[in-house]
């Protein structure tokens, strides 16, 4: 954090107040990531909602208002709360208008940890190592989620108990698990969440020390495939031969969905494709990258694949994928046990790029998947959760209010990249709300994200708080 002699005095009070506690920040942040919040386990149902009230709690006592835990629903279970608050009394500017409402989004909820053998210390037990702090949750999203609520703090404090903005804050706790609670909350209430704009940090940034923007998203559909062949799991000595093997035939399938390129042969599937535009793909050429670095350190495989004649970007933020996650089934225990299992699954998932959308997808990959099912078992696809791919517009003040926020904490021109995986919130915002979104993170490329080790890089963590100050209080100066 650095503080300008010439600066507003409520934005160098924040800064101020930011770096004299920076430290109490993350001892508080530190708390909230020992609380294992793993929403797709049913085991951690009480952690989840435990993490809901920590946050709950927080912003009640900075002063937010109307702080409340909002339960959810789905057609298929009970799903994990909400943490709603607001501050709506942002004095009126010179010209007698109202101040703008900036909706403030984030998650509390994390991966599962698995495999837990390749952790170097405990993952839900925070260790500061080489600047970063590292434990699951850190960067995904609860360490960016808390730059929100310090930031908050840090303008209240400095504001006398006022806000440069109206302010309404939404955090969930399903957005690892497709955010199915959420979307239907903001389309039940959409008066509840009128704004002008909403601020979204669950991204990264393209290279440490570069300030980032992210101007798009992938969307996804999340798939299950099941294959049932005999009544039974058998003996493969006694019947191997003549039984079905499910894992045989999901293999079978799934070499079908994705060629030697990664380009993936299902009828139609590229019909709805927008390519970039020429000045994107010029920009994202200028940008400092290493294909050998990238492949080494951030990969770590022999050999990168994917589609002839598209570049590294193009690939993971502008081209549909298809990955397998897991084929639970038959026998995962040490030891030998030679059984033909009656019944495997594949966790099967797309990322979709702009103009797919999920249903029309899903619709053409469950087609082609019971079109190639193999002789002697029957197939179920079903479809778990998904997100819309989203491209946001840049042509407005908020963008611009980011874009100076961050010039100002890191001293240099922001740039813009687009993100490969999905935020299922940002299609509800932009889609049901109709308002700009910033997708303003502080992650960094090597963060492991969904991954054994992820950490969040301190100094990111707390320009992370700066920045959405500066912003807050860009917005408010109007």
């Known amino acids: ?13 924040a800064v101020a107040f930011g770096l004299e506690h920076k430290g109490r920040f993350v001892e508080e942040l530190k708390a909230l990531l020992r609380i ?21 709690l927080e912003l009640k006592r900075i002063g937010m208002e109307h702080v409340r835990l909002v339960e959810t629903t789905t057609t298929e279970r009970q799903g994990h709360p909400l943490v709603y608050a607001d501050w709506l009394h942002a004095a009126p500017g010179a010209d007698g208008k109202p101040k703008p409402t900036v909706l403030c989004y984030g998650h509390y909820d994390v991966q599962p940890t698995e495999p837990f053998d390749e952790w170097t210390s405990p993952p839900f037990e925070p260790t500061e190592r080489d600047g970063n702090l ?17 930031a908050l703090e840090s303008l209240m404090v400095a504001g006398g108990s006022t806000l440069p903005v109206n302010v309404l804050v939404i955090f969930e706790g399903e957005e690892e698990i497709g955010g199915k609670g959420i979307a239907r909350f903001v389309r039940e209430h959409k008066d509840e969440l009128k704004a002008d704009a ?69 009828p139609g599937f590229y019909d709805e494709v927008r390519q970039p535009s020429a000045d994107e793909l010029k920009a994202w050429k200028a940008l400092p990258f290493n294909e050998e670095h990238y492949r080494e350190t951030e990969i770590g ?20 994928t298809l990955d397998v996650h897991g084929m639970p089934g038959g026998f995962n225990e040490v030891g030998a046990k030679t059984v033909i299992p009656s019944k495997a699954v594949a966790k099967v998932s797309v990322r979709l790029v702009p103009d ?123």
């Open 1 to 13: 954090m650095f503080i300008r002699g010439d600066e507003p005095v409520t934005i160098k009070a």
């Open 36 to 56: 294992p919040s793993v929403s797709t386990d049913p085991e951690h149902v009480g952690d989840v909602r435990r993490a809901a009230e920590f946050m709950a």
């Open 134 to 150: 590292c434990t699951r949750g850190a960067v995904d999203d609860k360490g960016q989620m808390w730059m929100h609520v310090k």
């Open 198 to 266: 909403a601020l979204v940090s669950d991204t990264s940034m393209f290279a440490p020390e570069l300030p980032t923007l992210c101007v798009g998203v992938r969307g996804i559909i999340y798939t299950e495939i099941e294959a049932r062949g005999a009544r039974t799991d058998l003996h493969s000595g006694m019947y191997g031969g003549a039984a079905p093997n499910p894992f045989v035939a999901l293999a079978q399938v799934i070499a079908k969905l994705r060629d030697g390129d990664g380009r993936i042969p299902i």
């Open 301 to 320: 495989s022999v050999a990168l694949m994917g589609e002839p004649g598209f570049s590294v970007q193009e690939r993971t933020w502008t081209r549909p």
């Open 356 to 478: 797919m959308t999920p249903l029309e997808s899903f619709a053409k990959y469950k087609a082609n998947v019971e079109s190639i099912a193999p002789k002697g078992v029957v197939l179920e696809v079903r479809l778990i959760h998904s997100a819309d791919p989203i491209v946001v517009s840049t042509d407005n003040s908020y963008i611009r209010a980011a874009t100076e926020a961050m010039r100002k904490v890191f001293e240099k021109e922001p740039v813009f990249m687009r993100l490969g995986a999905s935020i299922p919130i940002v299609g509800d915002l932009v889609r049901e709300l109709k308002i700009p979104t910033v997708l303003m993170g502080f992650g960094l490329p090597d963060d492991n994200l969904h991954a054994p080790h992820e950490k969040f890089h301190m100094a990111s963590f707390h320009r992370g708080i700066e920045s959405v100050v500066r912003f807050l209080s860009g917005v408010g100066a109007g």
